[in-house]
């Protein structure tokens, strides 16, 4: 495992994400044995950075990592979580949540702790210091319930700007989302070297996209393996990020067995890209953008306050694929299994899922032509 300098501490460079758990079918229900078989392998391969949150598994996810680390000493692991600002629900609960999730996780304290997903449409609420978010944080770090205070972020940069103007003196580190097709399309370039103006390091998330360059058209992958025969996709994803120098962490949310020991495997070495592999897989990046396909990472923040609870994710993804296509009718032999009042044209247009995308898909927009392009 590669080891990167964070203060006086040693973190893996690869850390684990929990947002995307292994489970016996629901997003809310984790795999205890298959998460069990993950964590020893990720403890005994050399992952000492653990990251969950309040809403990961529809909150479960807290609970089950508190469960796999309590049988390794405090010692041996970081922890992250985060409070969740991003509703406004939470913001007079700070301490409430913050006690709840110390209990959860089954420690007195967390290595790492972040503002949760900061971005254009909750920064208001995180800059009103009346609802004390920001005072009670702090003085957690000051009790040392808190080691080391961050935040995560999908905002513009405007709204990056904004936070770190007000709350950047008291900020250690910053997780953005970045791989190289988000270098251009939500411009991480630039958000790089804000974040990295201000002297906070960067921890990376969605570094594959939730999946989605995991895995890579032939013609694309063929220009890629011209410098690297058979190197994988995935693997040029994590070289990409081995190569900003800015980057101390990338946390992956990987969902089985086999990811995680790819991935671990990927980082037991530093391989870079070279000046003509990064020219090369960034002209790739632009024109994946061209095809205009909608840009989901899988979160599922919109399938938690979906009142029918579709499965946005897996419409979107199927929608891309149609549109990469070149359009017709959208068919799937899933569908056939699948009740009518969980399928795109049950959607009701209420806009909840959009309020809390932080990708700003107009998710009403998608469902509505999907629906629409249906084979009847």
């Given at each position: 495992m590669i080891y990167n300098d964070f203060k006086e501490l040693k973190l893996s460079a690869l850390g684990l994400g929990c947002m995307r758990l292994p489970t016996t079918g629901k997003y809310a229900n984790i795999d205890i044995q298959a998460t069990?078989?993950?964590?020893?392998?990720?403890?005994?391969?050399?992952?000492?950075?653990?990251?969950?949150?309040?809403?990961?598994?529809?909150?479960?996810?807290?609970l089950v990592m508190g469960e796999m680390l309590a049988d390794y000493p405090r010692q041996s692991f970081y922890l992250a979580s985060k409070f969740p600002g991003y509703s406004k629900e939470n913001l007079t609960r700070v301490e409430e949540i913050f006690q709840r999730q110390l209990e959860k996780c089954r420690v007195d304290y967390f290595d790492f702790y972040l503002f949760h997903s900061v971005s254009d449409g909750n920064i208001d609420g995180y800059l009103d210091r009346s609802y004390g978010v920001y005072d009670y944080l702090v003085a957690q770090k000051q009790a040392g319930r808190i080691r080391h205070l961050g935040f995560s972020t999908h905002g513009s940069l405007t709204t990056i700007k904004r936070f770190l103007d007000a709350y950047g003196k008291d900020m250690e580190f910053c997780q953005l989302q970045i791989n190289w097709l988000d270098w251009e399309l939500q411009q991480a370039k630039e958000k790089v070297e804000l974040v990295s103006s201000y002297g906070i390091p960067v921890w990376v998330m969605e570094p594959v996209?939730?999946?989605?360059?995991?895995?890579?058209?032939?013609?694309?992958?063929?220009?890629?393996?011209?410098?690297?025969?058979?190197?994988?996709?995935?693997?040029w994803a994590f070289r990409f990020l081995q190569s900003l120098p800015q980057v101390t962490m990338t946390l992956s949310g990987m969902s089985n067995f086999d990811q995680l020991k790819q991935?671990?495997?990927?980082?037991?070495?530093?391989?870079?890209?070279?000046?003509?592999?990064?020219?090369?897989?960034?002209?790739i990046a632009s024109e994946i953008i061209q095809k205009e396909t909608l840009h989901c990472t899988s979160c599922r923040y919109c399938t938690?306050?979906?009142?029918?609870?579709?499965?946005?994710?897996?419409?979107?993804?199927?929608?891309?694929?149609?549109?990469?296509?070149?359009?017709?009718?959208?068919?799937?032999?899933?569908?056939?299994?699948?009740?009518?009042?969980?399928?795109?044209?049950a959607c009701i247009g209420c806009q909840a899922c959009e309020a809390v995308c932080p990708q700003e898909i107009k998710v009403s927009q998608m469902m509505k032509a999907f629906a629409g392009r249906m084979k009847k």
């Amino acid at each position: 495992m590669i080891y990167n300098d964070f203060k006086e501490l040693k973190l893996s460079a690869l850390g684990l994400g929990c947002m995307r758990l292994p489970t016996t079918g629901k997003y809310a229900n984790i795999d205890i044995q298959a998460t069990k078989q993950m964590v020893a392998y990720a403890m005994e391969h050399g992952i000492n950075y653990y990251d969950t949150a309040w809403g990961y598994h529809d909150g479960n996810s807290e609970l089950v990592m508190g469960e796999m680390l309590a049988d390794y000493p405090r010692q041996s692991f970081y922890l992250a979580s985060k409070f969740p600002g991003y509703s406004k629900e939470n913001l007079t609960r700070v301490e409430e949540i913050f006690q709840r999730q110390l209990e959860k996780c089954r420690v007195d304290y967390f290595d790492f702790y972040l503002f949760h997903s900061v971005s254009d449409g909750n920064i208001d609420g995180y800059l009103d210091r009346s609802y004390g978010v920001y005072d009670y944080l702090v003085a957690q770090k000051q009790a040392g319930r808190i080691r080391h205070l961050g935040f995560s972020t999908h905002g513009s940069l405007t709204t990056i700007k904004r936070f770190l103007d007000a709350y950047g003196k008291d900020m250690e580190f910053c997780q953005l989302q970045i791989n190289w097709l988000d270098w251009e399309l939500q411009q991480a370039k630039e958000k790089v070297e804000l974040v990295s103006s201000y002297g906070i390091p960067v921890w990376v998330m969605e570094p594959v996209r939730g999946g989605t360059l995991a895995t890579m058209r032939e013609d694309y992958l063929a220009r890629m393996q011209s410098y690297r025969p058979g190197v994988p996709a995935v693997e040029w994803a994590f070289r990409f990020l081995q190569s900003l120098p800015q980057v101390t962490m990338t946390l992956s949310g990987m969902s089985n067995f086999d990811q995680l020991k790819q991935n671990i495997d990927i980082y037991s070495q530093n391989k870079p890209l070279t000046a003509d592999e990064m020219t090369t897989i960034l002209a790739i990046a632009s024109e994946i953008i061209q095809k205009e396909t909608l840009h989901c990472t899988s979160c599922r923040y919109c399938t938690s306050q979906c009142p029918l609870e579709l499965d946005i994710p897996r419409f979107i993804k199927l929608f891309n694929e149609h549109k990469y296509g070149g359009g017709g009718f959208i068919t799937n032999p899933a569908f056939a299994k699948m009740p009518a009042d969980k399928l795109p044209p049950a959607c009701i247009g209420c806009q909840a899922c959009e309020a809390v995308c932080p990708q700003e898909i107009k998710v009403s927009q998608m469902m509505k032509a999907f629906a629409g392009r249906m084979k009847k």
